[in-house]
């Protein structure tokens, strides 16, 4: 029997599991430091408050979000793009912090990128019934560092599909702690999230948190 000093509700689950060639789940890689990144996630939205941004074609986006690190992901009637500052209050992203740091170079290093060095946390927030579209991640100049994706709060569907949107897609049951990393010849693969279910997580209530770091310049 092993002992998790760290369990939860969720699925204890660890080691890593293979979506396609640079394109890995780390199983429970995040969960140990879940408390630790939540109360992160509450210093970053105090200041930099969550909201739902416009897609360029005028629609509110599904997941509330918000940014921490020298550049943050913003969408609006103009486009998708990176800025130094929160348009809502011209202020610099907050600081992106050193536990953020280490856990998305552990877990890009761990799936075979090592060296990652983000200067971009996007922190998406999925209530009961919002979801993400399938979508590449592509506003980044320098495609040879990886994604990384950490996964908090209630369970989500992630689809993985391939380099063209029509594509089939891999359905993946992501969990509390889950981090998926893809990069290489995956970098630019479309994904997305089903509409997150229903329910109540012990830690984080009824919500799912992403955190998706990126090496934006
Ligand atoms: O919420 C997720 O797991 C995915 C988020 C994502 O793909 C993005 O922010 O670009
Ligand atoms: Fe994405």
Not at 10 to 29: I, Y
Request: glycine letters at 10%; hydrophobic letters at 40%.
């Amino acid at each position: 029997m092993t002992l998790d000093l760290f369990e939860t509700d969720d699925a204890s689950s660890t080691g890593r599991e293979a979506l396609a060639p640079g394109a890995v789940v780390l199983r429970g890689f995040a969960r140990a430091s879940a408390v630790l990144l939540l109360a992160e996630i509450e210093r970053i939205a105090a200041r930099a408050p969550f909201r739902h941004m416009l897609t360029p074609g005028g629609q509110q986006m599904s997941a509330a979000m918000t940014n921490c690190g020298p550049l943050g992901w913003v969408s609006d009637r103009r486009g998708y793009r990176y800025e130094p500052a929160d348009p809502q209050n011209g202020h610099p992203w907050p600081s992106m912090p050193e536990s953020f740091r280490r856990l998305a170079h552990d877990a890009a290093a761990a799936a075979g990128f090592p060296g990652f060095a983000p200067d971009a946390c996007l922190i998406n927030r999925y209530e009961p019934g919002t979801r993400m579209s399938l979508h590449q991640d592509r506003d980044e100049p320098d495609l040879t560092a990886p994604i990384v994706s950490v996964s908090l709060g209630l369970p989500a569907t992630f689809l993985f599909g391939g380099l063209n949107r029509g594509d089939a897609s891999d359905r993946i049951a992501l969990v509390h702690g889950d981090v998926v990393v893809w990069g290489g010849p995956s970098r630019l693969r479309f994904h997305g999230i089903l509409p997150v279910q229903e329910g109540t997580h012990s830690l984080l209530g009824r919500q799912r948190i992403n955190l998706t770091f990126r090496k934006a310049t």
